[in-house]
């Protein structure tokens, strides 16, 4: 997707190890949000960030961590990867502030938690 | 607490047919409701968005209805193509777009 890059695109890890998901953008939009995808819930949004070092809790943020540091930059981490962490997560953008109300999304993060 | 829902969660068409795909909110403070496509492996994608200021958009093929005193909004997809088979979700937010809410998709199958 142009403008937004998600790495890496598969992960494998073992329970209880951390894991850190990338999101880079080229659009310069001011929000960034982190979502996970499961069969059945649709997306449901972790984190959000609405500027550099500026970020919110979604509605299943429990076990998870962000930070952003650069505007283009917003850093998903598990902090103790458990098996009901295995997921697709994707990263979005927006930036209503410039007519830009619906997200851009990444292609998408395949995480298994073993 | 699902705060949009969405029907039904699977759908067959036939090529040159109408799929109809519908949600339903609860929180009337949103403002803002796009659906998105999304084909396996991709992300999901903007297809069309609806403010409650209109009663319908069109959009080609894609046409929104929105019924603000049901709280519900559907996706009409017209002459439906093999090419349109995808998973649809709708959403809703509030213009400030912090936390957008998600339906939970339909998977829609259009046969040739």
């Known amino acids: 997707d142009a403008g937004i890059t998600q790495s890496p695109r598969h992960k494998v890890t073992e329970t209880g190890t951390p894991v850190t998901l990338r999101c880079h953008q080229t659009e310069n939009h001011r929000y960034m949000y982190w979502y996970r995808q499961d069969p059945g819930h649709g997306l449901r949004l972790i984190h959000y960030?609405?500027?550099?070092?500026?970020?919110d809790k979604g509605e299943v943020s429990d076990g998870y961590s962000v930070s952003r540091s650069k505007t283009e930059d917003f850093l998903l981490t598990l902090e103790s990867a458990t098996s009901s962490q295995t997921s697709v997560y994707f990263c979005a953008i927006s930036d209503p502030g410039q007519g830009q109300s619906g997200y851009t999304f990444g292609s998408g993060t395949r995480l298994t938690v073993v | 607490q699902q705060q949009v829902k969405q029907s039904p969660q699977s759908l067959i068409v036939q090529k040159g047919g109408i799929s109809i795909i519908n949600c339903a909110y609860e929180n009337t403070a949103f403002d803002y409701f796009p659906w998105y496509q999304q084909f396996p492996g991709k992300g999901p994608a903007l297809l069309i968005a609806i403010r409650p200021d209109v009663s319908e958009k069109k959009e080609g093929r894609f046409t929104i209805s929105f019924n603000k005193s049901a709280k519900q909004f559907s996706l009409h997809i017209m002459d439906s193509q093999p090419g349109d088979s995808a998973t649809y979700f709708c959403?809703?937010?509030?213009?400030?777009?912090?936390?957008?809410?998600f339906g939970a998709g339909t998977r829609l199958t259009v046969k040739p």
């Open positions: 959403a809703a937010s509030m213009l400030n777009n912090n936390d957008m809410r």
């Open positions: 960030s609405y500027g550099v070092k500026d970020t």
